[in-house]
Nanobody
Framework: QVQLQESGGGLAQAGGSLRLSCAAS????????MGWFRQAPGKGREFVAA????????SHADSVKGRFTVSRDNTKNSVYLQMNRLKFEDTAVYYC?????????????????WGQGTQVTVSS
């Protein structure tokens, strides 16, 4: 069993930055695929970014490409989402996800483990 704990959310102004962290516990996830998803009020969950088990392959949604960067530190069993140039429409609950298959995964249905989420609010 893997537990995921997100942190780093909060309130930011448009144009500002936040860095989300996701710490995994219960087992080592260094070879696992890790992803970030978000859900805004009244909307469905959407893919934000993912990183393969190798750490060398990443994917970002078009809406965040060039502004957000996913990374991982396997020595800390953690994955991160650096969010720059935040926009009002980035306001959402952000979720970390993990799955044992190490290839890059961009669909929520491909992930077996999820964190509780962290709120990101961007003021315009």
């Amino acid at each position: 069993q893997v537990q995921l704990q997100e942190s780093g959310g909060g309130l930011a102004q448009a144009g500002g930055s936040l860095r989300l962290s996701c710490a995994a516990s219960g087992r080592t996830v260094s070879s696992w695929s890790m992803g970030w998803f978000r859900q805004a009020p009244g909307k469905g969950r959407e893919f934000v970014a993912a990183i393969a088990g190798s750490g060398g392959i990443t994917s970002h949604a078009d809406s965040v490409k060039g502004r957000f960067t996913v990374s991982r530190d396997n020595t800390k069993n953690s994955v991160y989402l650096q969010m720059n140039r935040l926009k009002f429409e980035d306001t959402a609950v952000y979720y970390c996800a993990a799955d044992g298959g190490g290839w890059l995964k961009v669909r929520g249905s491909e992930y077996a483990y999820w964190g509780q989420g962290t709120q990101v609010t961007v003021s315009s």
